[in-house]
């Protein structure tokens, strides 16, 4: 069960079903092999193990998908999960609110299509419910810090026009937005809120209500109590997460840049930003990188932000993605509260 007050040590060792401790293992097996010595990735090793769902416009668990491409000179796209069973009345044609996703991978790997992001988003869009944009950003080490921050502010910029560039479906309300994602993708939803607020008054229909963070990808030099304790943890050790930052960050920085150490003395001030979103950050006390998540979730408390705190106290790094573990069911119904509270404020 999930709790939302102090924090507990759980044991270091998972309780998991078999079918997800076979998952683990086979996920963190490829991504090390995958990685190599000289900081690059055998993208070639990966498509042979990265199973992919293609989009389907029939209805496939009461949600339909398909895919648009914004910049193909780089690969920028993003898959649409639009709920079937929703049907729009005459008195509210735009009711569906629109959740900007971005997938976790430690900014490495991964994809809207692959077959878990899939799973995940077309869930998400059936319970929430809402439309759901999954962002396929560019990967590092090809391509590094800022490009991912980039790409996905460009598609929200992009479904700013009201109907969404002409990609959303009639019921997409871009005025009820939310930026939501896992580990690096939930990082890259809070630098996507930060661009978005300050440039607010430049948007003409898209509004950022709320920030989704799942479990986010944030780090610093530091060793901190969760890292030492949990050092081999499932899918996020400190060995992947430091070669991932290696990855990711400019040349030459170290893990306590603005992007990764967002509450630390690099990172950009957010008390100034008066329509900063309303946060909800979720942790697992098996995830190494938990510390840090609190961190981020304090900071915007000492910051002047609304911020709501979930734990999970025996749940690994990205345990939502695996369906079996009814905690994963969990999470996607308090994110519905969630987006269900922020626009109920809102219209108010």
Known sequence: MANSSAHQYPPSAPSLPWKTRISVSFLSFVTDTARRRNGT????????????????SAARGGVST??????????????????TSYSPSAAAPKSLPVVLFFHGGGFA????????YDAVCRKLARETPA???????????EHRYPCQYDDGFDVLRFLD?????????????????????????????????????????????????????????????????????????PVVSVDRTDWMWKAFLPEGSDRDHEAANVSGPKGADVS??????????????LDPLQDWQR??????????????????????????????????????????????????????
């Open 131 to 141: 439309v759901v944009v999954s962002v396929n950003y560019r990967l590092s080490p």
């Open 272 to 285: 100034g930003l008066e329509h900063y979103p309303k946060t909800l950050v979720f942790t697992g006390g």
């Open 161 to 233: 026009g009201g109907d969404g560039g002409g990609a959303l479906p009639g019921a997409a309300d871009v005025s009820k937005c939310f930026l939501a994602g896992d580990s690096a993708g939930a990082n890259l939803a809070h630098h996507v809120a930060v661009r978005a607020t300050k440039e607010r008054e430049s948007f003409r229909a898209a509004r950022v209500l709320g920030v989704i963070s799942i479990q986010p990808f944030f780090g610093g030099e530091e060793r901190t109590e969760a890292e030492i304790r949990l050092p081999r943890a």
């Open 41 to 56: 990735i055998n993208r070639r090793l990966l498509r042979l193990f990265d199973l992919r769902s293609p989009p389907s």
């Open 109 to 116: 790997f991964l994809s809207p299509d692959s077959f878990a």
């Open 295 to 348: 961190r981020y979730y304090q900071w915007l408390k000492k910051s002047g932000k609304v911020a709501e705190l979930i734990e999970y106290p025996t749940m690994i790094h990205a345990f939502y993605v695996f369906p079996e573990l009814p905690e994963s069911h969990q999470l996607i119904s308090q994110v519905k509260d969630f987006v269900a509270n922020c626009i109920s404020s809102s219209d108010k």
């Open 66 to 83: 398909s895919d648009f491409t914004l910049d193909s000179s780089r690969k920028l796209w993003f898959r649409i999960f639009v709920p």
